[in-house]
């Protein structure tokens, strides 16, 4: 099992960047893939990034290619999404997910541990 908890949402300017950690609890935490997903108001949740942990395969929204990066550290049971070139419609609450399955997985119903999601709110 996996406890997920994000952190470093906040109000950034247009432009500007930040870097959301999501701690994770557990032995196992290495074989999982993680993925990030966004909540806008009024809006379904949607994929913004994923990486498997088999072999560290990459895939991102295309919402988001180019400036956004997800990353991880299994030495310390973390994984992060570094935010570049935000624009106000990056604004959303930002949920981590973990799934045991081995690939790039963009359907949150495949995912089975969530964060309680970080707000990232950007100004215009």
């Known amino acids: 099992q996996v406890q997920l908890v994000e952190s470093g949402g906040g109000l950034v300017q247009a432009g500007g960047s930040l870097r959301l950690p999501c701690a994770a609890s557990?032995?196992?935490?290495?074989?999982?893939?993680m993925g990030w997903f966004r909540q806008a108001p009024g809006k379904e949740r949607e994929f913004v990034a994923a990486?498997?942990?088999?072999?560290?395969?990459?895939y991102y929204a295309d919402s988001v290619k180019g400036r956004f990066t997800i990353s991880r550290s299994n030495a310390v049971n973390m994984v992060y999404l570094q935010m570049n070139g935000l624009k106000p419609e990056d604004t959303a609450v930002y949920y981590c997910?973990?799934?045991?399955?081995?690939?790039?997985?963009?359907?949150?119903?495949?995912?089975?541990?969530w964060g309680q999601g970080t707000q990232v709110t950007v100004s215009s």
């Open positions: 997910a973990a799934t045991t399955k081995t690939a790039v997985i963009q359907q949150e119903g495949e995912y089975d541990y």
């Open positions: 557990g032995r196992t935490f290495s074989r999982y893939s």
């Open positions: 990486m498997s942990w088999i072999d560290g395969r990459l």
